[in-house]
């Protein structure tokens, strides 16, 4: 039983991880100064602002397509009837995860031609060999396009490493793979980020959408932008979010950049996704625990029974970390706990709506706010506790009564019915 503890190491790994308002306003400044260099292409913007070729949809697409979700380790193939006005019908889906016991489609020792062979197989369950498709393909990683169906990947994030395909034109290998398995006629004619994705399915049947973000595994946001720069025409910019770098971090956000498959880029995604919120507590717990690192994987459903924890003598931390750690705690000693966790996931929601904060002043300048509505995707947003009362409590400190203005919408089908969009369009 470890019962043995130093208050005030335990209280400083909190506040490590704790940000006031002060903080947030310069971190806010920072991003919207970066939206602005990278809008004029200044290589000093952490953006990479990708052009998406697309603006919001007019509700009238219609028609029966394939939309292919491939941005996380589980790849899903879906046909989708749009039916207009926002109205969806999912009529068959099939999903496959890319790593298990037997097989790793994500590691550097897999080629391109197998990982995308298997995604070909995967749509074929769906789509058959008989009737021609277009096919949209959401591929949530920095890609740079040339027009809506031409996406060469810049750089693999989420840890992904699989090679020959980082440079290469993605709907490319993905068009020779079906090729390969006999299904000529699916025609890739559309790739998009998920957080376009999302904000297209969003607009699709809401009004005042003008924001897609992903708060899941990997984080991400894409907003409409109307006048500048590389948006002429109008269109929905992916800031890739998640490489933003001027934060303020901590030891532990250090020690996951280090030992990442890509040091110094996505330091806002190691603060904030899912990917990462696990390992952050895990680092930070063992330093209040004074326990060597034995990279025990936390993830994100760890943290959420933590967080759902409301019993007395806080039983689930006590059973998760004696299942995950082999150690037992006292009471009080998982109260700091469950105090750690908490500021791990409230630090991602609160820099997360700070970035929300920043985009919005960038579009109606610094006078008045406007309607908008962000729609959000991904578990932590959905599922995590906390987390949305967190942003919105945020957005209060920020911006005061205006924050009424700013609805935060889950939208948990925009992978899928925001390719189906795009192909349509
Ligand atoms: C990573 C990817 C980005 C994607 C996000 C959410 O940040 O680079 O393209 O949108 O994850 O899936």
């Not at 052009?51 to 879906?78: C, M």
């Not at 717990?285 to 994987?297: N, T, Y």
């Not at 004696?322 to 500021?343: F, G, R």
Request: aromatic share 8%; net charge negative.
């Amino acid at each position: 039983m470890i019962t043995i503890y130093n208050e005030s190491k335990l209280q400083n790994i909190i506040d490590s991880f704790t940000i006031d308002k002060i903080e947030l306003e310069k971190i806010a400044a920072a991003f919207r100064r970066d939206i602005v260099l990278g809008l004029e292409g200044d290589s000093l913007s952490s953006f990479k602002m990708l052009q998406s070729y697309l603006a919001l949809p007019t509700r009238t697409e219609k028609g029966q397509f394939i939309a292919l979700d491939f941005g996380g380790t589980n790849v899903r193939a879906l046909l989708i009837e749009l039916l207009g006005d926002g109205k969806v019908n999912v009529i068959k889906k099939a999903t496959k995860q890319l790593v298990t016991a037997d097989y790793n489609y994500i590691s550097a020792s897999t080629t391109a031609e197998s990982l995308f062979d298997f995604i070909a197989n995967l749509i074929l369950e769906v789509a058959g060999t008989d009737k021609e498709y277009l096919l949209g393909h959401t591929f949530s990683f920095p890609s740079m396009q040339t027009d809506l169906n031409n996406a060469r990947l810049i750089t693999w994030t989420k840890e992904f490493a699989t090679t020959g395909v980082e440079g290469e034109v993605v709907n490319e290998l993905l068009k020779a793979a079906l090729e390969r398995c006999g299904a000529s006629n699916i025609k890739p004619v559309a790739v998009i980020n998920d957080t376009v994705a999302t904000l297209l399915a969003a607009a699709y049947k809401r009004d005042h959408t003008d924001i897609g973000s992903i708060c899941g595994t990997g984080h991400n946001t894409a907003y409409l932008e109307s006048y500048h720069g590389l948006a002429k025409p109008r269109m929905i910019l992916n800031l890739e979010s998640g490489n933003f770098d001027k934060l303020f971090t901590n030891p532990y956000d250090k020690m996951i950049d280090e030992r990442s498959e890509k040091p110094g880029e996505q330091r806002m995604e190691k603060m904030v996704s899912g990917k990462y919120l696990g390992v952050l507590f895990y680092l930070a717990i063992c330093d209040a625990l004074e326990l060597a690192d034995k990279a025990v994987d936390f993830d994100g459903a760890d943290l959420s029974v933590i967080l759902s924890d409301q019993s007395q003598n806080l039983k689930a931390v006590h059973q998760l970390i004696k299942a995950k750690m082999a150690i037992e705690l006292d009471e009080e000693m998982c109260v700091w706990i469950k105090a750690i966790a908490e500021s791990v996931v409230i630090r991602s929601a609160r820099l997360i709506a700070t970035s929300y904060i920043a985009i919005i002043w960038h579009i109606d300048g610094n006078e008045f706010i406007n309607e908008h509505t962000i729609a959000i995707d991904g578990s932590l947003f959905e599922k995590m506790p906390l987390y949305k009362e967190a942003m919105q409590k945020t957005m209060y400190e920020m911006i005061g009564e205006d924050a009424q203005k700013v609805h935060l919408m889950l939208e948990n089908s925009g992978s899928g019915v925001g390719a189906a969009i795009a192909a349509a369009i």
